[in-house]
């Protein structure tokens, strides 16, 4: 079965999209990687969506266009996937979150825009989207999904390994002697991309290669403030996302410590803050491996900063297990595409803090009938990715 997975993320800035086919061999989920690629939202679009994320006020009408104008764009998305890799079974489309709403450390509620119905009309082939809220009714936090995917490439390593993801929010799943737990471990790029953007450092909005926090000097007294956050301390299972960690954060944040840094020292101490997050995450978790990806393992500060507060612990990229680090999210939700389609659940509870697994996401018929495969009466123990 030959499954699209589409997800722009908490960055926002762009739609990341993988083509998987599967087949299940005895217990082992074999994927072949084929088509990937990256699509920037044009930058109108992108204005307008980061104008409206929270705390931002905003209106139902600039929600429903933006809902349209997104799903217009993921279906051409879509479209270009398909044409260069040709017809697929089904698409799954993450969409773009706009909100996450949590209280008391319990996930109430959670919002992706994209209207799915335009993929379906452009493609004509069925759409899954919609997929975090049915883990959320279940007591579970909808994030982060990739544990599934994580849980099954990892299962295996002796001493435990840890998969973390870099990208507007870091998250990690810990998978050691057959349990697996995972939650939201802090801002990666959100703080960071919310100065440099709002400052005009870089006209991408992100810190390419990590240049300007290599030009800076991590700040004591801010960074000291910043780690005093609460969230840092909840026991997870918890999640999180700009919703807490956006500009005005930093700003409150900087008015907390009296300091004024240099752009080039804010933005170094906001990736130290990443580091030291993700560090004591680790640690704690006591694994012998980190696997990478997101784009956040393309910030060299980053990743040497990683490695240099985790001695011991072997850091490496998701390429190196056949998940291309740009591309694994989107992997991940042709995964849970896979498994929807075929009776099984798409959760880890160990992962999201869900009562039990469930079967994700609402479907949306292309231009014929709604036709499933026969249903699979075990999951699959493992996963093996290819190229």
Not at 151 to 169: D, P
């Amino acid at each position: 079965m030959k499954v699209l997975g589409m997800i722009s993320g908490t960055s926002h800035d762009g739609i990341d999209v993988a083509v998987v086919d599967f087949e299940l061999v005895g217990s082992t989920l074999e994927g072949r990687v084929g088509h990937t690629a990256s699509t920037p939202y044009p930058d109108a679009l992108r204005s307008r969506l980061i104008a409206a994320l929270p705390p931002a006020p905003t209106t139902l009408a600039e929600v429903c266009e933006l809902d349209t104008l997104i799903g217009q764009t993921f279906a051409e998305a879509a479209a270009a996937a398909i044409t260069a890799g040709g017809p697929v079974d089904l698409v799954v489309s993450h969409g773009q979150t706009v909100y996450h709403w949590v209280e008391g450390a319990h996930a109430l509620g959670t919002l992706q825009i994209g209207q799915p119905a335009w993929i379906a009309e452009r493609t004509g082939t069925p759409v899954l989207s919609d997929v975090r809220i049915r883990d959320i009714t279940a007591g579970g936090h909808g994030a982060p999904l990739v544990s599934v995917l994580d849980g099954l490439l990892l299962g295996g390593r002796e001493g435990g390994a840890g998969a973390l993801n870099l990208g507007g929010i870091s998250n990690m799943t810990v998978v050691r002697d057959g349990e697996l737990y995972a939650y939201d471990l802090g801002p990666a790029n959100a703080l960071i991309d919310a100065v440099v953007t709002s400052r005009g450092l870089h006209p991408r909005g992100f810190d390419e290669d990590g240049k300007i926090a290599a030009s800076g000097r991590v700040d004591a007294r801010l960074l000291e403030v910043l780690l005093e956050e609460p969230y840092y301390r909840l026991a997870p299972p918890k999640s999180t996302g700009k919703e807490l960690f956006h500009l005005a954060y930093v700003e409150q944040a900087l008015a907390t410590a009296g300091v004024r840094p240099s752009d080039a020292d804010l933005v170094a101490t906001l990736t130290e803050l990443t580091v030291r997050t993700v560090g004591d995450g680790v640690r704690a978790a006591g694994v012998a491996a980190l696997v990478v990806s997101g784009g956040g393992c393309r910030n060299p500060v980053i990743m040497d900063g990683l490695r240099g507060a985790l001695p011991g612990v072997e850091v490496g990229p998701s390429d190196d297990l056949g998940a291309p680090a740009d591309d694994k999210e989107a992997i991940a939700f042709a995964l849970i595409g896979w498994l929807s389609a075929h009776g099984l659940p798409g959760t880890a509870p160990g992962g999201t803090g869900a009562r039990g697994p469930r079967i994700l996401g609402t479907l949306t018929p292309g231009s014929g009938p709604l036709a499933l495969p026969a249903p699979v009466a075990e999951p699959p123990r493992s996963l093996v990715l290819s190229r």
